[in-house]
């Protein structure tokens, strides 16, 4: 992998990192698989440009990716000036900053010791998703503090905040705490704040994806598939007026099938983590979502319930294709 070296700091900044500006409440947004928000995108040239020279450099034409391509012309020349630094860009006051990795993902029940997650530095993967809380999280995660967050990142690792909460009543999971169809905008806002506040608490910042766990359900059943998708559009908006940037993980058949479904009809996640265990590591391509439907923002499960080891080390975890936004810290 290729990198950048940052002037005046020893910080490395892989290229697939992409960088955006994401409008906070009142301002237009990511909305559902819509681009509607004015997002700064720093191409890896015009970064290097800078970092050489103390000035900013020009973004070429050909970074209007597919990311891009769908914003309106005011919008796609609208591209900010990159900074020195990558880990100290400060926005606008009104704005908050968006991180993007590109490449492979785990997640696991349980946090890694941090001595393990150091000796995975040896594996393929770039992102950890790590369950930030939730009523219906499996593990009880106690080593998963402020300090291991720190410790880890300094490692080099990115973080994808997964929050399992209220489960679909038609679920087919094992999951107590179910939406009450008498009271889902409701439950809705209360553990939207507390995703917020867990992640918060753990060290993330404005921006941050994340993202909501909604195991797989029978969707057949259209008044309890209705009910996930109210829930879904009440948690997606309530977690942006924090600042926070809402994704969704479910199945391919239930939960992500009936949100493509409701695309562009009202809001929705910015970022779909989907699950399909045919073990191919890509998020575009595959079959599995429409292409011009939240480009640049899905991570893809491709395996389950795998061990692997690095440094003699095994975890059981579960692979991800990664395209999307993670942790700000």
């Known amino acids: 992998m290729r990198h950048v070296h940052w002037a005046g700091s020893a910080a490395l900044l892989s290229l697939s990192l992409t960088l955006f500006l994401v409008p906070t409440e ?16 720093v191409h890896a040239e015009a970064v290097a440009a800078r970092a050489a020279t103390g000035k900013a450099g020009r973004l070429p034409a050909d970074v209007l990716s597919a990311r891009s391509a769908a914003l309106p012309p005011a919008a796609a020349n ?4 990159p900074p020195a630094e990558a880990r100290a860009v400060e926005a606008a006051p009104t704005r908050s900053i968006l991180r993007i990795v590109d490449g492979a993902a785990f997640d696991t029940c349980e946090a890694p010791e941090v001595a393990t997650m150091q000796a995975w530095r040896a594996s ?6 790590i369950y930030v809380g ?9 080593g998963l503090t402020r300090d291991w967050v720190s410790q880890v990142h300094a490692q080099g690792w990115e973080f994808m905040p997964i929050y399992v909460g209220a489960q679909a009543a038609c679920t087919v999971a094992n999951k107590s705490n179910r939406i009450d169809s008498a009271r889902v905008a409701d ?6 704040d507390d995703a917020v506040a867990r992640a ?9 994806a994340l993202y909501f766990d909604m195991e797989e359900y029978d969707n057949t059943d259209r008044d309890c598939a209705g009910d996930v998708l109210d829930f879904v559009s009440a948690w997606s908006e309530r977690v942006r007026s924090h600042g926070f940037t809402p994704g969704y993980y479910s199945s391919l058949s239930s939960g992500i099938t009936d949100l493509v479904n409701a695309a562009g009809t009202r809001p929705l ?23 011009n439907l939240w480009p640049g923002r899905r991570i893809k499960q491709h395996a389950g319930n795998v061990s692997e080891t690095y440094e003699g080390i095994t975890i059981k975890i579960d ?5 999307a936004p993670v942790g700000v810290l």
Do not use: Q
């Not at 918060?200 to 941050?208: I, P, Q």
């Open 200 to 208: 918060t608490d753990l060290g993330f910042k404005r921006g941050s």
């Open 319 to 323: 692979r991800n294709a990664i395209n």
């Open 124 to 129: 393929p993967y770039e992102a950890l998703g």
């Open 78 to 81: 609208s591209a900010g000036t």
């Open 134 to 142: 939730g009523s219906n999280r499996g593990c009880a995660n106690k």
């Open 26 to 41: 009142g301002e237009p947004r990511l909305d559902g698989h819509r681009v509607e928000a004015r997002p700064a995108v």
């Open 187 to 192: 439950m809705a806002v209360t553990e939207a």
């Open 269 to 291: 996640p910015d970022i779909v983590w989907y699950a399909r265990w045919d073990d191919i590591a890509v998020t575009h391509g595959d079959g599995a979502l429409p292409d």
